[in-house]
């Protein structure tokens, strides 16, 4: 089994940063993309950041400049730094990751639990 795990989340206020973390463990081959996602009170999971396994990062529109989304290979795990951050960036944040995995190494679509990260004006 694969599992992600993220920890970083919490409360701050606006301008200020925080630094995600998220974690893949089990019998994992390779990892392809991982990324970040969010999702605020009554809206849909929208795209945050994408970072390839060769260090290409692709990011939303409203974080840019904001974010940065990176990674360690070697320790399975990618980061996301939030500075300048603003109320409506608040949002239950969910590392994703493309990961071959198992016996028979077949390439699936992982999900972490989620980070709530609140932003206060």
């Known amino acids: 089994q694969v599992q992600l795990v993220e920890s970083g989340g919490g409360l701050v206020q606006a301008g200020g940063s925080l630094r995600l973390s998220c974690v893949a463990s089990?019998?994992?081959?390779?990892?392809?993309?991982m990324g970040w996602y969010r999702q605020a009170p009554g809206k849909q999971r929208e795209l945050v950041a994408i970072?390839?396994?060769?260090?290409?990062?692709n990011y939303a529109d409203s974080i840019k400049g904001r974010f940065a989304a990176s990674r360690d290979n070697a320790k399975h795990t990618v980061y996301l730094q939030m500075v300048d951050l603003k109320p409506e960036d608040t949002a239950v944040y969910y590392c994703?990751?493309?990961?071959?995995?198992?016996?028979?190494?077949?390439?699936?679509?992982?999900w972490g639990q989620g980070t709530q990260v609140t932003v206060s004006a």
């Open positions: 994703n990751a493309k990961i071959r995995a198992g016996l028979f190494g077949r390439t699936n679509d992982y």
């Open positions: 089990g019998s994992i081959i390779a990892i392809n993309d």
């Open positions: 970072i390839t396994n060769g260090g290409i990062t």
